[in-house]
């Protein structure tokens, strides 16, 4: 039997074509999504028409994963308000900043929904719509989320609100703002208060649950959210820490117990099984590596060959990688600071090796907060598109302190949609155990002088001047 899993993320849509029983990918496709922070939702539906053409009819199950927090509102008849806000559209900076205070403060939404709602919530859309266009706030009836939009395509048609075809998975739901992980419930009087008026929420299905079918007779599982796919994807296990180096860097780990960060740093999500997943999430990773290369007049292989070039803790060189403003530490308007600086480390290679520390402490903090929640590793799986980089990949244990293993370049999340949609088809209570792909492993001394620079620069910054660093 196979099974399909897809991917719909900002870029792009790729689809998987899987053996249920094994995972072994038999056919790939991928189409891209058009470019922007919103977006109309029949464009991820013509990509995955595209994507999955000559895979998904062969498919015996299909599930989707998508990008996370994307606001989908439907109208009485179940046709799309608006184009899709999307994660990284940050106009709802200041609807953040009211729910956050008009709720009681970080410390109720962390107690009561789990996370604190950041800009990219599914919550401060809502808000941002009813306060910048309240006639098409009016208009909704329903809110879905990006995988939901295509789980109910994929059965034929957009049901209207107030059927039970409407349907997400706690994973995803989790990073709404009205959905509390701990309690598996929505909160549907904190989505009603954001838009201002009562909203359908879709109904959360079971992990392993089977949702409907599409017209050529596939199951449908419920789908989840991108990092939840990812974590499906790679196996991860408690005791295992995912590091995902991309455009942003994200830092997670599964666990058997909710986290509740006042701080807003670490984020209370849900996994697909069951589970939860404490994520943590910087702006600045994979853009940073692309800036200094291009400051030096070079490319990215050359910034590695830079980089491997220099001595470890770069002459003495400390950047702060801020340079897009950063969501953790919470600093939107903060830009880049390199400190250390004299004539006799002013190199490019002490230059671009100070960069690649930078990226690497910087996520190495990230993992440091979900540790302080009592969430506890013992290997660390360093993925994302910048892993392709030796240096990334040559620095990292001695940053992180331990080995890290770098699992074989895939597609984690579509592989986790699919894997999902397996376990839909062979029911149980876990996924069906596919083999892990195989992992480098890489070695190295702790740098503990690096991290400890970084840190410094990092509290030395903070009092500063938003603007002015």
């Avoid at 702006?283 to 990215?300: K, Q, S």
């Avoid at 331990?402 to 999902?420: K, M």
């Amino acid at each position: 039997m196979l099974v399909a899993g897809v991917d719909s993320s900002t870029q792009s849509c790729k689809v998987v074509l899987c053996e249920a029983q094994d995972g072994t990918v038999v056919g790939r496709g991928s189409a891209p999504h058009p470019e922007g922070t919103e977006a109309d939702p029949e464009a991820w539906w013509q990509a995955l028409q595209a994507a999955g053409h000559g895979l998904l009819d062969r498919a015996g199950a299909v599930g989707v994963a998508g990008q996370q927090h994307g606001m989908v509102v439907l109208d009485e008849a179940g046709e799309v308000v608006r184009p899709a806000l999307l994660w990284n559209d940050l106009r709802s900076a200041g609807a953040a900043a009211e729910l956050i205070a008009g709720r009681g403060g970080p410390q109720w939404w962390a107690s009561q929904v789990g996370s604190v709602p950041l800009p990219s919530f599914t919550v401060t859309k809502l808000r941002w719509l009813a306060t910048h266009e309240p006639d098409n706030a009016a208009r909704v009836r329903a809110v879905l989320l990006p995988h939901d939009y295509l789980t109910a395509r994929l059965r034929g048609a957009l049901p209207a609100p107030g059927t039970a075809d409407l349907v997400t998975d706690r994973g995803d739901a989790s990073g709404t703002g009205y959905y509390y992980p701990a309690g598996n419930r929505w909160l549907p009087e904190v989505a009603a208060a954001a838009i201002g008026h009562e909203v359908t929420l879709p109904r959360v299905a079971r992990p392993a649950e089977i949702v409907g079918a599409t017209p050529w007779g596939a199951a449908l599982s419920a789908g989840t959210g991108d990092n939840m796919g990812a974590a499906l994807g790679l196996g991860l296990e408690p005791g295992e820490l995912a590091v995902s180096i991309g455009t942003s860097g994200t830092a997670f780990a599964v666990s058997d117990v909710a986290t509740d960060d006042a701080s807003g740093a670490v984020c209370g999500f849900a996994d697909a099984t069951g589970r939860f997943l404490p994520l943590v999430c910087t702006i600045n990773a994979g853009l940073v590596l692309e800036a200094t290369a291009r400051l030096l007049g070079t490319d990215l292989a050359g910034l590695d060959r830079l980089a491997l070039a220099a001595e470890p803790g770069a002459g003495g060189l400390t950047l702060l990688p801020y340079l897009d403003g950063e969501r953790t530490p919470d600093r939107p308007e903060a830009t880049g600071v390199l400190r250390g600086l004299t004539t006799r480390n002013a190199t490019p290679a002490n230059l671009a090796r100070a960069t690649v520390e930078a990226i690497l402490a910087s996520l190495a903090d990230a993992a440091d907060l979900i540790a302080g929640y009592g969430v506890s590793w013992n290997r660390v799986l360093l993925t994302g598109g910048a892993v392709k980089s030796p240096a990334i990949r040559e620095l990292a244990p001695g940053i992180f302190g331990r080995d890290v293993e770098v699992p074989a370049p895939d597609e984690y999340v579509a592989l986790g949609a699919a894997r999902q949609a397996a376990w839909a088809l062979a029911g149980g209570d876990t996924p069906p155990s596919w083999p892990r792909r195989t992992a480098a492993v890489h070695s190295g001394p702790p740098e503990h002088e690096i991290r400890e620079r970084h840190a410094a620069l990092r509290d030395a910054t903070a009092t500063w001047k938003e603007g002015t660093s």
